[in-house]
């Protein structure tokens, strides 16, 4: 079983070392790029939850 386990590791450990890690730079990139979009996603959605809001409250609750 201890063999199993550390053959295990030895392999996944080789894999790790021929992942392609991105940069420092492409890593904060691509975080602000995710920031950026969740933001305008929200944004969008909480303006048609107002528009939506608005509308239901002049049609149905005159």
């Known amino acids: 079983m201890a063999n199993k386990i550390t053959q295990f590791l030895k392999e996944a450990r080789a894999e ?8 420092k730079e ?3 990139r691509y975080t602000m790029t995710v920031i950026g979009i969740s933001i305008a996603v929200a944004i969008f959605l909480g303006g048609l939850d107002y528009i939506f809001e608005i509308v239901l409250n002049r049609i149905i609750l005159k």
């Open 26 to 28: 492409q890593t904060i």
């Open 16 to 23: 790790l070392m021929k992942v392609n890690w991105p940069t």
